[in-house]
T-cell receptor, first 118, second 114 residues
């Protein structure tokens, strides 16, 4: 069975600090996809990043970066120079690659509430 | 391009009643999934529909059901509501033909059962 663990329930930082959100996953599949979503108070889950199990390259997008390590089954997310607008709940999710390629079933971690204080 | 639209945004129902929630996916997206979000259990997969067929179902009782129409719009129904059904219900749409594509979520329907 798939499982995603986000050990950090809440993180509070001061603006401009760097912050890393941890994500550890479990799956028996060799082909799978990992995601990060952001959930602001409005409730909508906003897609941030997707990574497949064959691509271990780290990715940087502006102030966001992701570190994927299959050896430790981790997919960590770092926000550099955090801003108040980054305050939200962040979810890590895992999906297996079913035949046909659809990743329609996501297993989510419990989420990390990030609060960035001015 | 319009996003995923869920209606209504808020609902208050009484125990024992039934409720129907609606989801309109992004144009061209034929896969629609439903998730329940509660403080205790987090985000849990309910079911997924593609071409009017349920392809996968999560671990929820039979009181939870859904359907998809030919225009890909989907509805989910909860019968005999219980207090524990109070939750944010999120709908997501995606392009199932593309391997590993991301799911796009609506703003959800917040259901309160009293």
């Amino acid at each position: 069975a798939q499982k995603v663990t986000q050990a950090q329930t809440e993180i509070s930082v001061v603006e401009k600090e760097d912050v890393t959100l941890d994500c550890v996953y479990e799956t028996r599949d060799t082909t799978y996809y990992l995601f990060w979503y952001k959930q602001p108070p409005s409730g909508e889950l906003v897609f941030l990043i997707r990574r497949n199990s064959f691509d271990e390259q780290n990715e940087i997008s502006g102030r966001y970066s992701w570190n994927f390590q299959k050896s430790t089954s981790s997919f960590n997310f770092t926000i550099t120079a955090s801003q108040v607008v980054d305050s939200a709940v962040y979810f890590c999710a895992l999906s297996e690659a079913y035949s046909g390629g659809s990743n329609y079933k996501l297993t989510f971690g419990k989420g990390t509430l990030l609060t960035v204080n001015p | 391009k319009a996003g995923v639209t869920q209606t209504p945004r808020y609902l208050i129902k009484t125990r024992g009643q039934q409720v129907t929630l609606s989801c309109s996916p992004i144009s061209g997206h034929r896969s629609v999934s439903w998730y329940q979000q509660t403080p205790g259990q987090g985000l849990q997969f309910l079911f997924e529909y593609f071409s009017e067929t349920q392809r996968n179902k999560g671990n929820f009782p039979g009181r939870f059901s859904g359907r998809q129409f030919s225009n890909s719009r989907s509805e989910m129904n909860v019968s005999t509501l219980e207090l524990g059904d109070s939750a944010l219900y999120l709908c997501a749409s995606s392009l199932p033909e593309l391997s590993g594509t991301e799911a796009f979520f609506g703003q959800g329907t917040r259901l309160t059962v009293v």
